[in-house]
C-alpha cells in the first residue's frame, strides 16, 4: 500500500507542477487552487508512503516521478525539447526510481 501511495504522491507533485506553469501563464484562480490541492495531496500521500518507507527512499522516488513527470509533460504540452539527451536522462531517472523499488 505504502508503493500505491508513493506512486499516487508523485502523480498528484506532476499536477502541481503543471499548474504552476498554468497559473503563470493564467494567473486564474482555479489554477492557484489547483496547484494547492495537487501538492497538498502530494505530500499527505508522501507522509502516509513514508511510515512504512525508509524516508531516503520514498524522498527519491516521489521526486524521480516528479521531476521525469513534469519533463515528460512538458515535452507534450508546452513544447519543450525533445533532445534525444534529455529522453536518455529522464530515463535514467525513471530507471534508478525504479532499481530502488527493486532493492526495497
Known sequence: MAWASLVVAGLCEILGVLMINK???DGNWQSLALLI?????????LAHAMKTLPMGTAYAIWTGIGASGG??????????????KRIIFIAMILGAAIG?????
Open 37 to 45: 490541492l495537487g501538492f497538498g495531496t502530494s505530500f499527505l500521500f
Open 71 to 84: 519533463a515528460i509533460l512538458g515535452m507534450f504540452f508546452y513544447g519543450e525539447s525533445k533532445n534525444w
Open 100 to 104: 530502488l523499488k527493486l532493492i526495497s
Open 23 to 25: 497559473w503563470h501563464k
